[in-house]
């Protein structure tokens, strides 16, 4: 297994539970892909022991289909997932409003570890290499290969850009991964000694140039920290990938103009992480990619209708529910 994000781990997961042997190799220094957290730890000194962890990529995550219903249902029975809200605001020509009742969202609760606790949880017992990149997936005389090391199988789970890099050509066309576009995102997140912005969870923001998303982080892991998290627009993080802490300021001025507070009241500090691969441009029809004749299969929450975090783990799983009908 290439890529230790809910895809994987969910891939990996099934085909451990069915006894497959199973290694994930994962280049980051932690598991989790874009369910990524930053712990931070606020206040005074003698609580600087309690870090709150800021989902500093996606902020929250849906159900719908039984089967990851099943999983979320593990992770709230072991005190790791909550149910967040089913209402979001609105930020529009018209200002900042409620929004309509939608799906519930989920987050975590305090001490989980934010949404990577989650993918940790479920990765509980496989064999994980993290700090592992892979250069190259290839097929010779009818031999898979992960870095010349020959294997029965390999799912590449991550976004179709990266997947296309450790593939030949060839094969990353026969997998419909080549030429794939992602878009960028800078989130930003910042800490002010107490609230300045009006009550919200979260905020669609559908007026700006510069920022698409806004959550108050203290409220979805209900610790009531003062800290923002936004998303900016992939046009603002385009030109601002090779240097994102060029994307603060503006992001800042964009969080005070938006919600009410010109100038933006001064942060305690402020900090920017690059998604250069936030989102699939477009994604698949089919849940996951498997060419059958080398059992290189792919998988991510590039492949179904709509990108996130449940089909990501959909795309994962039903790749092993094929494999394991595969597998010598
Ligand atoms: C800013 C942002 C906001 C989001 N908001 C939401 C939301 O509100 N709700 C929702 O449901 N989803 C949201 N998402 C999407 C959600 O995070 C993803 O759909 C999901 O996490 C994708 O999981 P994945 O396993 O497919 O890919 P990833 O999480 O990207 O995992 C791929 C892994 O592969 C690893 N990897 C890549 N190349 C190599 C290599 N060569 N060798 C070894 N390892 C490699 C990467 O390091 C990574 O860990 C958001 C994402 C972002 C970035």
């Given at each position: 297994m290439v890529g230790g994000g809910i895809a994987g781990v969910a891939c990996a997961r099934r085909l451990h539970d069915a006894g497959v042997r199973v290694r994930i190799y994962e280049?980051?220094?932690?598991?989790g892909g874009r369910m990524a957290v930053k712990t931070e730890y606020l206040g005074p000194v003698s609580s600087l022991s309690v870090g709150h962890a800021v989902d500093?990529?996606?902020p929250y995550f849906t159900v719908r289909e039984a089967l990851f219903a099943h999983v979320v249902g593990v992770w709230q029975r072991s005190g790791l997932a909550q149910p967040w809200t089913d209402r979001f605001s609105i930020l529009d020509e018209q200002g900042l409003r409620r929004g309509e009742p939608g799906p519930q969202r989920y987050s975590t609760v305090p001490g989980?570890?934010?949404?990577r606790g989650l993918v940790e949880n479920l990765a509980q017992g496989l064999r994980i290499e993290t700090a592992h990149l892979v250069e190259s997936v290839t097929v010779e005389h009818g031999q898979t290969l992960v870095d010349g090391e020959p294997v029965a199988a390999v799912v590449l789970a991550m976004p179709d850009t990266q997947a296309a890099r450790l593939l030949p050509a060839g094969t990353a066309d026969a997998l419909a991964v080549a030429g794939s576009v992602q878009l960028p995102v800078l989130t930003l997140w910042a800490a002010w000694p107490s609230r300045w912005w009006?009550?919200?969870?979260?905020v669609f923001v559908n007026s700006s140039d510069v920022l698409t998303w806004i959550s108050d982080s203290g409220r979805s892991h209900a610790d009531g920290v003062p800290l923002l998290v936004t998303h900016s627009t992939g046009d603002l993080a385009r030109p601002r990938l090779?240097?994102?802490?060029?994307?603060i300021e503006p992001m800042l001025a964009e969080l005070g103009r938006l919600l009410g507070a010109e100038p933006t009241p001064r942060a305690d500090w402020a900090r920017v992480h690059r998604w250069?691969?936030?989102?699939?441009?477009r994604t698949h029809p089919e849940p996951f990619g498997l060419l059958?004749?080398?059992?290189i299969g792919v998988c991510g929450?590039?492949?179904?209708?709509r990108s996130r975090v449940e089909q990501a783990w959909m795309s994962g799983n039903g790749l092993a529910e094929t494999l394991l009908k595969q597998l010598p």
């Open positions: 280049r980051g220094r932690r598991i500093i990529g996606a989980a570890g934010g949404l009006p009550e919200f969870d979260g090779k240097d994102p802490t060029s994307g250069s691969f936030a989102a699939p441009a059958e004749n080398g059992l929450d590039a492949w179904g209708p």
